[in-house]
């Protein structure tokens, strides 16, 4: 256990993953304050309700000295405008109240593999850029972008698509043929708790002194294509499956540089995972 008396962590928006960060952190003996826009009575933690679409909300920020930011806000909806308001406007506010904090040490930003909106056959890491190819992917690289014009050290975390307790669509696809998706393409995913913990995993790192990347893909160690995770969810429920026609785009992303950070995966393949919250939900035996 890494601990450090009187390590202040910010965390800007608390929602499923937020939480699960919070936690671990305040396991850890870090203080931890969370961000979010309404009032939650029952976490035991020091809370801040503020809009980051809401510049005024945020003034309180600028008297309070954080070590570490993370910035782990969801957009409200898919579109252009939500995007905007959640991964540049909001993220600019909340720095902004920052330009003064001489203790700041580190930001992270929670971002999405969507940057990477092209097709690719082969594995797509940190070292090749990120071609968006929507609003979604533009306007995050448009964040990221925003943390170059820091003086502290920063971190853009590239999430995959993140499953677990609260988030089970690939498991309700399963059950319906008529959900299938009628292209199979490349996909990736990590699973809420190893994504918490990744995070988790990089400030004790900063904390002990470790010079972190500027980028980091977050997934797990199993790409694979959507009919062949529905295939095999569906196999576990003994439901029926569609036969997998060829995979037609999509793209499949390393995680050599999370794992080379020393960090070790609890469900390095989607089997793992979805196996877990099969067992959780009582669908397996």
């Known amino acids: 256990m890494v601990t450090k008396t009187g390590t202040n962590v910010l965390i800007v928006g608390c929602g499923d993953l937020g939480m699960a960060v919070a936690e671990q952190l305040s396991k850890l003996g870090l203080q931890v304050t969370g961000l ?139 059950q319906s043929l008529a959900l299938w998706p009628k292209q199979n393409q490349w996909s990736n995913r990590i699973h809420r708790d190893d994504a918490a913990s990744f995070i988790v995993h990089l400030v004790k790192e900063k904390m002990t002194g470790k010079k972190l990347a500027t980028t980091y893909i977050v997934t797990d160690s199993t790409p694979a294509t959507q009919y062949e995770v529905l295939s095999w969810i569906a196999h576990q429920l003994n439901l029926p499956s569609l036969p997998a026609p060829v995979p037609i785009g999509g793209k499949r992303l390393s995680n050599r540089a999370m794992l080379a950070s020393g960090f070790e995966l609890k469900y390095p393949s989607y089997q793992l995972g979805y196996h877990e919250l099969l067992l959780q939900s009582g669908n397996l035996l």
């Open 36 to 174: 979010k826009r309404h009032v939650q009575s029952d976490v035991a933690m020091r809370m801040i309700v503020a809009d980051v679409t809401q510049p005024a909300t945020l003034e309180p920020l600028r008297y309070l000295q954080f070590d570490m930011l993370i910035y782990c806000v969801a957009a409200d909806a898919q579109s252009d405008e939500a995007y905007q308001s959640a991964y540049v406007s909001g993220l600019s506010h909340v720095l902004a109240t920052q330009v003064n904090n001489t203790h700041l040490k580190h930001v992270f930003f929670v971002s999405s593999t969507r940057v990477y909106g092209m097709s690719s056959d082969v594995m797509l890491d940190e070292s090749m850029p990120a071609i968006s190819s929507d609003y979604g992917g533009d306007r995050l690289l448009e964040g990221e972008h925003l943390l170059s014009t820091l003086a502290c050290s920063t971190t853009a975390l590239r999430l995959s698509g993140i499953y677990g307790p609260t988030r089970t669509r690939m498991i309700r696809l399963a």
